[in-house]
C-alpha cells in the first residue's frame, strides 16, 4: 500500500493546514421583508398578474367529497357521457348511497334482468 508521501500532490498542501473553521461566521444577516404594500405596488408597477384566485360567480361549484369507509377497496374507471355520471349520481345521492354501493344496486339488477339461464 502507497503511504500518503508517495502520491502525487494536487497543490493544497499549506492552505489546507492554515485554514481554519472557526473563521466563517455561521449567522447570516437576516433578509427584510418589504411590507405587502410595498411589494403590491411594486408588482403592479412591472405589471405582474396576481395568480391567486379570484372567486368568480360563474365557476361552478364543486361536487361533494364522497368518501366512507366500506371496505370495497377495487377500482374500476369507466368512461361515460357526463349526462350518465349526472344521471347515477343524482340517483345515488337520492338514495343516500355512496357511488361503490349504487354500482353494486345496479349490476344487482341487471343481474336478475339480464342473466343467462
Known sequence: MASRTDRPSLGFGDDLDAFDPAEFSST????????????????????????????????????????RRTGRNAQLNLKAKPETIAAFTRIADAKGWGLGEAFEHATALLEQEYATK
Request: proline share 15%.
Open 28 to 67: 447570516k444577516p437576516k433578509a427584510t421583508k418589504p411590507a405587502p404594500e410595498t411589494s403590491r405596488k411594486a408588482a403592479e408597477a412591472v405589471g405582474f398578474r396576481s395568480r391567486e384566485s379570484q372567486k368568480a360567480e360563474s365557476a361552478p361549484a364543486k361536487p361533494p367529497q364522497r368518501r
